[in-house]
């Protein structure tokens, strides 16, 4: 009895998870960005220049990355830019 009670709370974890894995990546028509590419990837896949970019600090003032922000038809998809590389990817409708 133990053992199906076990299988099923270990499927609706892993159902929970589901989400968080779509912001590892974001699909430009037929080019996919992950998290990983570079900023030039993104540009190339994405076939533009983000709408806008936003400097993202720490406490200090000091610029640790960017944020790059595409508004789409329905949302908006940001990029986060850390040391050169996609860090996180939000979808925003």
């Given at each position: 009895?133990?053992?199906?009670?076990?299988?099923?709370?270990?499927a609706?974890?892993g159902?929970?998870?589901?989400?968080?894995a779509?912001?590892?990546?974001f699909?430009f028509?037929?080019a996919?960005?992950?998290t990983?590419?570079?900023?030039?990837?993104?540009?190339?896949?994405?076939?533009?220049?983000?709408?806008r970019?936003?400097r993202?600090?720490?406490?200090?003032g000091?610029?640790?990355?960017?944020?790059?922000?595409y508004?789409l038809d329905?949302?908006?998809?940001?990029?986060?830019?850390?040391?050169?590389?996609?860090?996180?990817i939000q979808?925003?409708?």
């Open positions: 009895m133990e053992r199906p009670i076990a299988c099923l709370l270990a609706a974890l159902l929970a998870t589901l989400p968080a779509a912001d590892f990546s699909r028509g037929n996919v960005v992950a990983g590419d570079s900023p030039a990837t993104v540009i190339r896949k994405a076939g533009r220049q983000p709408d970019i936003v993202l600090e720490n406490r200090r000091a610029a640790v990355g960017e944020r790059w922000e508004s329905d949302k908006q998809v940001n990029f986060e830019i850390r040391n050169g590389r996609v860090v996180d979808e925003l409708r």
